[in-house]
């Protein structure tokens, strides 16, 4: 059990026999009366999000995943196949379990994979990852008074808007949670 006051973002606790990660959590204290907590909680397995407000102090049963690095290796139809870095069991791995971040994902990269009970819940992939650009359009000379971007496409199919002084053949840095453009990398 853990206290409301006490949930942080990626804490995963069960309500109603459901699994639910905290995206977010408020504490309030309102003029008179009790402080509250405001929570925005994401199903696990179906993924919808629901708000819940709680009374400060209420005690809400929690679960403690296993978390392994695993190594991406390859796409197998609908799912990813991903490999333990230390025992080099193989795990079938949901596309849906994943999301946007997939399309960032390259052969080798490691993920922190979330398990509960066996089943897996959560893919992270690395916050950053650095990927080649292989088609850019030029971008017009002179035109840097603004913050003008362009799509490109990276080594692993996905578009990404970048600077315009970005070239095919550079190296550019993605956070992979938002998929914006950071900066340019060395390969």
Do not use: W
């Amino acid at each position: 059990m853990i206290s409301v006051n006490d949930l942080r973002r990626g804490n995963v606790i069960i309500i109603d026999g459901d699994l639910f990660s905290v995206i977010e959590q408020q504490h309030h204290k309102p003029g008179k009366g009790g402080a509250i907590v405001r929570v925005k909680l994401r199903n696990v397995r179906k993924g919808n999000v629901i708000d819940r407000t709680y009374n400060a102090g209420v005690m809400v049963e929690d679960v403690r995943l296993e978390k392994r690095p695993m190594q991406f290796l390859y796409r197998e139809g609908d799912a990813v196949v991903f490999m333990d870095t230390e025992t080099f069991d193989q795990e079938h791995v949901p596309v849906d379990a994943i999301g946007d971040p997939l399309q960032f994902l390259k052969e080798e990269d490691v993920c922190q994979i979330a398990m509960y009970e066996g089943e897996v819940l959560t893919v992270e992939p690395p916050q950053t990852v650095v990927l080649k650009v292989t088609y850019a359009e030029p971008g017009a000379r002179g035109d840097t008074a603004t913050n003008v971007k362009k799509p490109v496409t990276v080594e692993t199919g996905a578009e990404v808007r970048v600077p315009l002084f970005v070239n095919e053949g550079d190296y550019i840095k993605i956070n992979t949670e938002t998929g914006e453009y950071l900066e340019r990398s060395k390969g």
